[in-house]
């Protein structure tokens, strides 16, 4: 059982940042991967980055170079910093968690999503 809230999101014109979180909070997991993903008004959802429990990471292609994605892992938070926003990245956001429960059982879970609008 994992919880995952996302806070950070905002307005912001373009070429300005914003910096993202997501808690993510229960008992008996251990995370595996930590991720963000992003759906604007009549898009599909898409990949944006991910951060692995070996800390290696992967980033979208339209995200690369601009987004950095990174973790607290005592925390159990992941924090994406977005830099040189465009206004093509205006979406909601979404925490994604690839927790192990117990022992066993492996599943996703997602936050509510953050707003960012990138807008002069």
């Known amino acids: 059982q994992v919880q995952l809230v996302e806070s950070g999101g905002g307005l912001v014109q373009p070429g300005g940042s914003l910096r993202l979180s997501c808690a993510a909070s229960g008992s008996m997991f251990s995370i595996k991967a930590m991720g963000w993903y992003r759906q604007a008004p009549g898009k599909e959802r898409e990949f944006v980055a991910v951060i692995i429990s070996d800390g290696s990471t992967n980033y979208a292609d339209s995200v690369k170079g601009r987004f950095t994605i990174s973790r607290d892992s005592a925390k159990n938070t992941v924090f994406l910093q977005m830099n040189s926003l465009k206004p093509e990245d205006t979406a909601v956001y979404s925490c994604?968690?690839?927790?192990?429960?117990?022992?066993?059982?492996?599943?996703?879970?997602w936050g509510q999503g953050t707003q960012v609008t990138v807008s002069s």
């Open positions: 994604n968690a690839d927790a192990l429960l117990g022992c066993c059982t492996r599943r996703n879970y």
